[in-house]
Structures are given as C-alpha cells and as structure tokens.
C-alpha cells in the first residue's frame, strides 16, 4: 500500500500485491493448520454454556503445539475485519470460526479471554497477545 499527497489531500493506492494479501487471509482455512478430527475434539469438549476453558481449547485443538507463525495465521482468520485486533464482537463467535455449528460463546467466557489476555487493557486482542495467550 502506497501514500502520496495530492493537492493537500492524502490518497492510498493498494497495489495488487496487498489484494492478494486479504484474499489469502480470507481464503485460509483453520483445518490448513489444524486437524479436523482434533477441532471436532475440542468443540465437543465445551458444547455446553460456560464450559469454554481456552487453555484446554487450544490443546485439543493442537493449536498450543503449532509454531508462532500458525498462530498468526489463526488470529488472522478470527479477525473478520482484517482490523488486526479481535474485538469483543468477534470473540462471541469464536468457536464458529473453528466450526459453523459450534455454540456462541457467554458473556462470562469472553470476558475470562479478554481478562487473561488485554494486556493493555483497551478491550481487544491484538496477535501478540493472542499468541501469548496460546503459546503459554
């Protein structure tokens, strides 16, 4: 992505390469860094309301096992805006994102995500965080 001014004004140009950048992230698929088998797992393990441990999630899924860079690349298929944060909004749906037909996550459960991990306290998760809070 280029910035130039123009008459006063600032204009972004976004080349090719950046589209194919968003579309990749888009088109990525959790099951291209996790097994199926090992998701179905983990969404079974928390179907019921406030049941959702994420440190347990992240093991049955395999995703504490996988390198930081898998872990990225998870955050950047939970982060539907692309905003590079997870917002509270998007929390909520959480476990959908590894399954479709998976549950909403309570209130109480995204609260206890932001709670471990908002280090900075501004209501949203960044990919460091996130990836601390996996890899720990």
Sequence with gaps: MRHRRKNGAME???????????????????????????????????????????????????????????????FRCIDDDDSGFIEDEELKFFLQKFSPSARLLTEKETQAILNACDDDGDGKIGVDEFQVLVLS
């Design 12 to 74: 972004t140009h976004t080349s090719c390469e950046d589209n194919i950048i968003k579309i990749t992230r888009r088109n990525m698929s959790l099951t291209s860094i996790l097994s199926a088998d090992a998701i179905e797992n983990a969404i079974k393990d928390c179907q019921a309301p406030d049941s959702f441990c994420y440190k347990k999630f992240f093991q049955l899924c395999g995703l504490s096992s996988k390198t930081p860079q898998e872990v990225k690349d998870v």
